[in-house]
Every structure is written in C-alpha cells, then in structure tokens.
C-alpha cells in the first residue's frame, strides 16, 4: 500500500477546500503564502499535490480530471513530480537521516527561486511538516516569504503544531479537517472496502485520521497482525519492543496515536494517580514531537510503568 500524498490520484474528502483554491486561481486571486493546518493524516499534503497539480497541467495533455477530482496518471507534469525533475515544482521535507528541516535545505530553495524560470507557468513550492524548521530554516524562509514573484506559489503543511507567530502572519491560513463519519467514508474509498471489517471494535480511534488509520492497516498488514485479533496493548507493546519507530516516522506517529488513545480508553477523571501518569507521558509526546527528543527512554518508562505496572 503507497501511502505517499505524492502517489495519491484521487482526492476525496475535500472537493469543496480543492474548488475554492481553484477558482480563486482562475480569478487570479489565489494567495501566494498558503498554509493549511490540521490534524497528522488528515489529507493536507494530498490536497496540496492536487492543487498543485491542476495548475500545472493546465494546456498540457491529460490534464487534470476536475471532474472527477483525479490526477491522470499520463500527465507530463504529475510523471515530472513523481521524478523529482520538474522545473516548476520544489518540495521540502524533513530527511529520514535528520530531526528538523535544515538550513540549508532552504538555503538551496533561495538559490533555485532565484534563478530564471524554464517557462511562463507558475512556480509551486510545498514545504511539509514547517513545525520541524529549526531557528535558522525559519529565519532564511521568512526573507523569501516577505516579497516572493508573483508568478511563485508557497504552500506549508503544519499538523495542528505551534509555530513562530512570524512565520504563521506571513501566510493564509486554512484550517483542514474531517469528521469521523468523514475519515472512514475516506478511509474506505482509498481501500476498495470497509475499514470497520478489518478491525476489532476497541480498536476503533474515534478521533483517528485516514491517515492514521492506513498507516496501522499498513503496519498490520506488514508485520502479519490480525486487527480483529490482537488487542490494543499488545499492539503498543510490539511495536516498542521492534523499535522501528526509530527509522521510521511513520510508526513513530502511529504508535504516539496509539498511546493517547489508549489514556483515552483507560483513564478516568475520577482517577487522580492515572491522570497524573498520563499527563506525564502526554508531556512527554509532546515535547518528543516539538523538540524531536530522543523517545526510546520514556517508551520504556512507558512500558513498564503503564502496560506492564
């Protein structure tokens, strides 16, 4: 299963954020400092390789399906993206090998914008996961951002993280979101079947995103799990102890989900001593995800203070 918002055709879930973007790039209104907030996995990015898509493949065969809110596989500019060859598109993301976006990772997007255009279409930087810019990346996009050409678009993904207030003012900001009802319905169009019969019911995450629940059938199915089988601990527990939420920030996410829908499941208000431990573990994830700590301490501590105290 390719997960990737890069490789996904079809948009469902947000046709109507998707029309609006679109005809205020007809009407030549669309701003050029986009940023859309939201929950991990809820189809930001998916969203933004549609956008971006239908703009460049406009006069070019095989254009975008507006339709039917497709990208068609045999466009020139999509097989371009997917090569990482087009001159009209620059997408910035976090290295599997680092725990923040580097300075220099903006550095060599300064130098890139800075050179003359291929052509006369619009240039369309996406810059992913911006709750990752350290100090320094911040500093060298904010100059970029003050007064970029006209004919450049700037689109960041921010997962419902705190970011400089600076940086968030240099932007329009949209909100993107999904009902349950809305995930699953997602959820299920990208699988071909029903979500609901591939898991037991307490394993059900009401606050889940498509995403998120892809990302555990994708692991399931990887690591040969029954879903309608094993339970929610045991679950937790594998996953730490196969640490590949080191390499992997995918798991990384899963499990962190995982763990705050399980203090959901077992805490009660009523329970001042489990209160407290599950705010210290929150904290924890928290600060693990803002600060990109090292985690493998903590999901010990986790492990046997809570899964196995």
Do not use: W
């Not at 450049?152 to 900001?173: A, D, E, M």
């Amino acid at each position: 299963m390719n997960l990737s918002p890069i490789n996904q055709l079809s948009l469902y879930g947000h046709h109507s954020e998707f029309t609006n973007f679109i005809n205020l790039y007809k009407k030549k209104n669309l701003p050029n400092k986009i940023l859309l907030s939201g929950e991990k996995g809820i189809g930001k990015s998916t969203l933004a390789y549609h956008i971006i898509n239908h703009v460049l493949s406009l006069d070019e065969d095989y254009s975008y399906d507006l339709k039917n809110f497709k990208i068609n596989p045999d466009n020139k500019s999509f097989k371009l993206i997917l090569n990482k060859s087009n001159p009209n598109f620059i997408s910035i993301d976090i290295s599997d090998d680092k725990k923040s976006i580097d300075v220099n990772q903006i550095r060599n997007l300064i130098i890139t914008l800075n050179k003359s255009s291929f052509n006369t279409k619009p240039r369309l930087v996406l810059i992913d996961n911006i709750e990752l810019l350290n100090i320094n990346s911040v500093n060298a996009l904010l100059k970029i951002l003050e007064e970029p050409n006209d004919n450049i678009y700037f689109i960041l993904i921010n997962n419902n993280k705190k970011i400089l207030p600076t940086l968030k003012s240099r932007c329009l900001n949209f909100n993107i979101h999904l009902t349950f009802k809305q995930s699953i319905d997602v959820t299920n169009k990208i699988l071909g079947e029903n979500f609901m019969d591939l898991i037991h019911d307490h394993m059900i995450n009401y606050y889940s995103t498509p995403g998120s629940i892809l990302n555990l059938l994708d692991f399931a199915n990887k690591n040969d799990f029954d879903l309608r089988e094993i339970n929610l601990k045991d679950l937790i527990k594998k996953i730490i102890m196969d640490k590949k939420y080191k390499k992997d920030q995918l798991i990384k996410n899963l499990l962190y989900s995982l763990i705050e829908f399980y203090f959901r499941k077992n805490v009660s208000v009523k329970n001042i001593r489990l209160l407290k431990i599950q705010n210290y573990f929150l904290k924890k994830i928290s600060n693990s995800k803002i600060f990109n700590l090292d985690d493998e301490t903590f999901l010990m501590e986790f492990e046997d203070r809570v899964l196995n105290g």
